[in-house]
């Protein structure tokens, strides 16, 4: 059986020259933070195979499409199958291989930039490791597709600037497939969202954490712990940042004094109003008016 890195039919693979990318990417004020290096399709690639003992100068994403492989990641062996999508973090020892009789087909990409490593970290953490299971999204493809197209048009500005930006919504999508395709989000984020728009329908009153655990049927204690884990705030703590957030449409927007605006909010106290607006925006809401007002000026 004889391994190779490459030459399947109906493969696609562009890789970028490096002077392009010195010269362009590297170079550009807005792609020298991620920038793709090389890009590629390889369909039913049957005797893949790639060995790297000193890892790749970029990272890479592997993504499955159907079929199966085997990713080996410095000592650890991780199996893949259709659906699963894979990140291999720049000079890491790795090997990778389709299955002999069920060979893999994958998109695959190797991305470079100032801020890839803190991309690819923050990845990992989400993921809870390299490896996450992506559900199928035709736009996931066709968002692929175009970015390989435009760097197949060739290397114009305009090209790579298009390629380049548009591989931050792909990969996006695959980091955070949960808001990428709504239907298929994290356990409990639709219970999440009606709790957020229960919150948002009554931003004129001071509900209590009792009123919002009814809202969705949960007790106070199941609702805190869900809510926290999903969005990483208290709900009381993300309820106030949303009345925060309409005050300062109230204060763009209208002449309202802030009194009215508190009492739009089912805020009392003006004054106690005035100080969670000061502590999560940084200023006072007649500061911020009045900085509002001068940058329209």
């Not at 060739?154 to 239907?183: D, K, Q, V």
């Not at 957030?245 to 109003?273: M, S, V, W």
Request: net charge positive; charged share 20%.
């Amino acid at each position: 059986m004889i391994r190779k890195r490459e030459g399947f039919q109906g493969q696609r693979a562009i890789v970028i020259p490096r002077n392009i990318l010195l010269e362009r990417c590297s170079a550009d004020p807005v792609m020298k933070t991620m920038y793709i290096t090389d890009i590629g399709y390889y369909p039913k690639a049957q005797f893949h195979y790639c060995k790297r003992l000193n890892g790749a100068p970029e990272h890479i994403l592997i993504y499955c499409q159907e079929g199966r492989g085997s990713i080996r990641l410095k000592k650890n062996e991780y199996p893949i199958k259709a659906g699963d999508c894979f990140l291999i973090p720049r000079e890491w020892a790795h090997a990778y291989h389709a299955h002999d009789t069920d060979p893999w087909t994958i998109y695959w990409a190797h991305f470079a930039g100032h801020t890839a490593d803190a991309i690819v970290h923050t990845a990992i953490q989400q993921l809870n490791g390299h490896q996450t299971f992506l559900p199928h999204a035709n736009e996931r493809i066709s968002l692929f597709d175009s970015i390989y197209q435009q760097l197949e048009r060739g290397y114009r500005t305009e090209n790579l600037l298009y390629a380049n930006m548009s591989f931050w919504s792909f990969l996006a999508s695959c980091i955070y497939p949960g808001c990428y395709h709504p239907g298929k989000s994290k356990p409990g984020q639709d219970t999440i969202d009606h709790a957020i728009d229960y919150m948002n329908n009554h931003l004129d009153r001071m509900l209590t954490l009792e009123q919002m655990a009814q809202s969705i049927n949960l007790s106070i204690s199941h609702f805190s712990w869900l809510f926290k884990h999903n969005t990483g705030y208290s709900p009381i703590e993300y309820f106030n940042h949303l009345k925060v957030q309409k005050a300062c449409q109230y204060l763009h927007f209208t002449h309202l004094r802030i009194k009215e605006i508190a009492a739009l909010l089912g805020i009392e106290d003006p004054y106690y109003f005035s100080r969670l607006f000061t502590k999560v925006m940084g200023l006072s809401p007649a500061q911020y008016r009045e900085k509002e007002t001068a940058t329209v000026k």
